[in-house]
């Protein structure tokens, strides 16, 4: 699993052909070069972390409900419903942990 992944798209081509996930908070989605890594993230390899208590939300600390976020944002990432990409990251845990 890579966490916090910002390398480049040749990059992530590979990693993605060894196996690896990428875990994704919100603060990774902030501007459009993120965003259009994280775009490039296969949904089936996708991921949610928090990072707290590096990032925040506001003025707080990140905490684990604070992934409904991420979750929401990286469904307009990838033009699908939020419900669809909730199901998709859960089931990519599933796989990742047996």
């Known amino acids: ?21 990428f875990s994704v908070n919100h603060a990774m989605l902030d501007g459009d070069k993120r965003r259009a890594l994280a775009r490039a993230i296969p949904i089936d390899r996708l991921l949610t972390e928090t990072d707290g208590p590096f990032t925040k939300m506001g003025e707080m600390p990140s905490i684990p409900s604070d992934v409904a976020r991420t979750v929401i944002e990286l469904a307009r990432v990838h033009d699908i419903e939020p419900v669809d ?5 859960t089931s990519n845990l599933r ?3 047996g």
């Open 1 to 21: 699993m890579l966490h916090w992944f910002t390398g480049s798209l040749s990059e992530l081509r590979r990693a993605v052909d060894f196996g690896c996930y």
């Open 95 to 97: 796989s990742l942990v």
């Open 85 to 89: 990409m909730a199901r998709r990251i």
